[in-house]
Structures are given as C-alpha cells and as structure tokens.
Antibody, heavy 124, light 112 residues
C-alpha cells in the first residue's frame, strides 16, 4: 500500500521560506512510472497545483509560483521536498503531496495517491 | 493556462436520485496520443481529494459503478446514477494535458 506523508513547520512569518517534505512508502520515487507533485488548498477554496518532479531530473512549476518554488528529490530517503521562498499570507494553505502514475499504454492515473495534507500558516 | 469551469456550484440531491456535474475546459484536452486527460476527484470533509475517474470515463480502483464519466474535447460530465449519503463532498475536475495542471472550482454535493 502506497502512502505519502507531508511534514514541516506549520507556522511561518512573512518573507520566510516554506520547506516541506513528502515521505513515500510502498513505492520508489525513482521509478519512471511516477511523478510527484505538490498541490495546495487555502481554507474553503479550491486546489492549486504547485509543481512536480520526475526523479530522473525534470521539474515543472506553476508559472504563478515559478520564481519562488523549488521541488527536489532524495532517493536515498525516498522522499521529495518543496521550498517556497518569500512567503506571504496568501501562501497560507493546506499543502498536499501526490503521485502521478503512468502506465505503459500512456494512461495516467492522475494524482492517484495523496498525503493527508499539512496546514501551513503565514502570519506575523 | 487551461481554465476549467464546473457547473453547478452546488447540488442538493435526494438519496437514490441521479446527479450530474459539468466541466468545460478552455482548450481541448485531447492529447497527441489520442487520450483525453480529464479526471474527476471527490474531496470529503477533512480529507485530501480521491481519484474517481481518470481519462474521462475510467473508474479508478474501488470506485462504485454508480459513478460514470463521459465527454470529449472540451465538454465533460460526471454522473452519479443513484446518490448515496457517502457521496457528499466537493467534486473537482482536473486537466493533465498541459502544465500547469488546473482544477475546476469544485461542485459541492449535499444530501436532501
């Protein structure tokens, strides 16, 4: 059974850097059958895709956040991370990590596994 | 970015009755490989979203057959043939034909 678990500080001050880690169990983040994404959701609002990493090295980011975001992977610990610089109150949200699963036919099980989410609050 | 527009914003359905949610995209979601990358999720209170339907009409593992998806190009529909109490939550469509991935604004389903 594949499980994802987000971890990191829950409270930040404006201008600080948000750093979250998603630890994966039951699947290898090195597999080329998967990519790994971060998605966030402000309270009572919809879902915003932040970006993704293929552990082979490719990353893609939402243009709305690209200047502030870095997603990286640590294959030795089977986890991937999110860094978001210069946070403001607008970055307050539940942050989720999620898996994309690709099969050999080209089918995509988009975000088939999610972590439970972690709440991050930005406040002075 | 591809804009995803869902209607209605909310539904109130009697158990056993059908429900339908529409999702329209600002661009075609048909990819060059012939697949259409439109997916549906249900987010129950206090939980992350869960994948219901992938690639327009394929039920994900464990999803009851009362859920079905249809559509093509830019117009898509999620149908629930007979709503049950456990179906309450917010339904989202999402496109993965292009980066950035984008979601609809959500449709809240409640039980009468």
């Amino acid at each position: 059974q594949v499980q994802l678990q987000e971890s990191g500080p829950g409270l930040l001050k404006p201008s600080q850097t948000l750093s979250l880690t998603c630890t994966v169990s039951g699947a290898s983040i090195s597999s080329d059958s998967y990519s790994w994404s971060w998605i966030r959701q402000p309270a009572g609002k919809g879902l915003e895709w932040i970006g993704r990493i293929f552990i082979g090295g490719t990353t893609n980011y939402n243009p709305s956040l690209r200047s502030r975001v870095t997603i990286s992977g640590d294959t030795s610990k089977n986890r991937f991370s999110l860094k978001l610089n210069s946070v403001t109150a607008a970055d307050t949200a539940v942050y989720y990590c999620a898996r994309n699963h690709y099969d050999s036919s080209g089918s995509v099980y988009a975000f088939d596994v999610w972590g439970p989410g972690t709440m991050v609050t930005v406040s002075s | 970015d591809i804009v995803m527009t869902q209607t209605p914003f909310a539904l109130s359905i009697t158990p056993g009755q059908p429900a339908s949610i529409s999702c329209k995209s600002s661009q075609s979601l048909l990819y060059t490989n012939g697949k259409t990358y439109l997916h549906w999720y249900l987010q129950k209170a206090g939980q992350p979203p869960q994948l219901l339907i992938y690639e327009v009409s394929n039920r994900f593992s464990g999803v009851p057959d009362r859920f079905s998806g249809s559509g093509s190009g830019t117009d898509f529909t999620l149908q629930i043939s007979r709503v049950e109490a456990e179906d309450v939550g917010i339904y989202y469509c999402m496109q993965s034909v292009q980066v950035p991935r984008t979601f609809g604004q959500g449709t809240k389903l409640e039980i009468k």
